[in-house]
């Protein structure tokens, strides 16, 4: 009986160990389903939104080729357009062509009488080009002549200039002493001793040498080259436009006769020997030079 009763337990501590894994089999089957159900959600989620994506670029797609399909009929238009221009052109081209081809035609028998034309025209070139040599030749000739006219027009004309101007003639200088009446007081010769200079010459023109009035300049110079006697005006030296002092001057009126000068000098000092210069200008231009000397 004993037995019996442990058999019995035994049995039912068996079903009890089945029943309890029957029941945590249950219980991880449900647990199993419960995270495969939450995965099946977010796989189902995640599938959703991808469809909205898909579809939104089906969208997208759908207006671009809308787009391309314009574009497409916009080119296809251009491109019949450029195709019945390209025919306009190709139908054009060939009138020209045949145009051409009719001017070839009837101007190939002016052709010959053309390289006859040529002919004659080269060989006129040639007879052309030797009568320009020759007048090359002739011209610079020419060139050559005017060159020495144009030379002697200028030296005509400097010789006309000169000729215009008025030349000093008869310069005479007279030195004198006073202080001993006895003695011989003219054409002194010792520096020392002179008192008094006096000068006198002529001034006559050409033909050319227009009237009116005339500026003279007389300039003397002491053996040092130094003006003697310095006026406080100046003159101007034509050619060089220098700015010059002078000993004496004197306004006269001229009318193509000689005209007689005469200037006197005092020398309060006594005179250092040597050279002395006397020089003489009319309206600026040196007409004449003549030196003394004093011992």
Not at 24 to 37: E, F, H, K, V
Not at 91 to 105: F, H, P
Not at 152 to 165: F, I, V
Not at 261 to 286: I, K, N, Q, W
Request: charged content about 30%.
């Amino acid at each position: 009986m004993n037995e019996e009763r442990n058999q019995g337990k035994g049995k039912l501590q068996t079903w009890l160990i089945v029943l309890a894994v029957v029941l945590l089999l249950s219980i991880i089957g449900n647990i199993i389903y419960m995270i495969r159900s939450g995965r099946m959600s977010d796989e189902n989620e995640r599938l959703t939104t991808e469809v909205q994506t898909l579809q939104n670029e089906n969208l997208v797609l759908s207006e671009t080729i809308e787009v391309k399909d314009g574009v497409i009929e916009e080119h296809q238009e251009a491109l019949e357009a450029l195709t019945e221009e390209h025919e306009n052109m190709i139908q054009e081209k060939d009138a020209q062509i045949y145009r051409l081809n009719r001017r070839v035609s009837a101007s190939a028998d002016d052709l010959e009488k053309q390289k006859e034309l040529n002919g004659e025209l080269n060989a006129r070139i040639e007879e052309l080009e030797s009568m320009h040599q020759d007048v090359v030749a002739e011209l610079n000739d020419l060139k050559e002549e005017k060159d020495a006219l144009s030379n002697a027009y200028d030296e005509l004309t400097a010789r006309a200039a000169q000729a215009e101007e008025m030349k000093a003639y008869n310069i005479f200088v007279l030195t004198k002493w006073d202080r001993f009446i006895c003695a011989d007081r003219y054409n002194v010769s010792r520096a020392r001793r002179v008192d008094h200079t006096f000068i006198s010459f002529e001034l006559d023109g050409t033909i050319f040498t227009p009237e009116g009035s005339k500026t003279v300049h007389v300039l003397l110079y002491n053996p040092e080259g130094d003006i003697m006697y310095p006026s406080s005006g100046t003159f101007t030296m034509t050619g060089t436009g220098d700015e010059s002092q002078y000993t004496l001057s004197r306004q006269i009126e001229y009318a193509h006769q000689p005209v007689h000068l005469e200037f006197g000098l005092e020398h309060p000092e006594r005179l250092p020997a040597g050279s002395y210069t006397l020089e003489v200008y009319v309206d600026g231009s040196m007409t004449r030079a003549k030196e003394f000397a004093l011992e």
